[in-house]
């Protein structure tokens, strides 16, 4: 089985790119893949509670995070300075993650197989 390690670096709800990734992302995991997470820059933001895509065109991408446990998704991981730049804290997401520092994203990066920035 080989691994994946999907990286979401943008915004939510601002283009259908972070939908496309997530169908990917479940697509990839549906056939028993094990895949991972990391947010990064803009990307922590997808995992912001209390998002509001009212009055967007696109689909509430927090609601799709919610059902990653179904797909065995559990290796979230958080880059602490993106968390930080955007004046997040682990306690205003929605999900549970794992805060690695910069300085460790490269080996993150390379315990996995297959590395899909989005």
């Not at 089985?1 to 283009?15: A, E, G, Q």
């Not at 895509?53 to 995070?65: P, S, V, Y």
């Not at 968390?83 to 690695?100: H, R």
């Amino acid at each position: 089985m080989k691994t994946y390690l999907f990286v979401m670096r943008h915004f939510p709800h601002f283009s259908s790119h972070v939908q496309e990734t997530l169908d990917q992302l479940l697509t990839t995991a549906a056939f028993d893949q094990k895949v991972s997470l990391l947010f990064v820059d803009d990307g922590v933001c997808q995992l912001k509670s209390q998002q509001n895509a009212e009055g967007r065109l696109l689909k509430n991408t927090a609601a799709i995070f919610q059902v990653l446990d179904v797909y065995d998704i559990n290796d979230l991981y958080v880059e602490a300075e993106s968390l930080s730049a955007k004046g997040l804290q682990e306690s205003d997401l929605i999900l549970p993650v794992k805060i690695i520092n910069r300085a460790d994203v490269n080996a993150l990066m390379q315990q996995h197989d297959v590395l899909i920035p989005d």
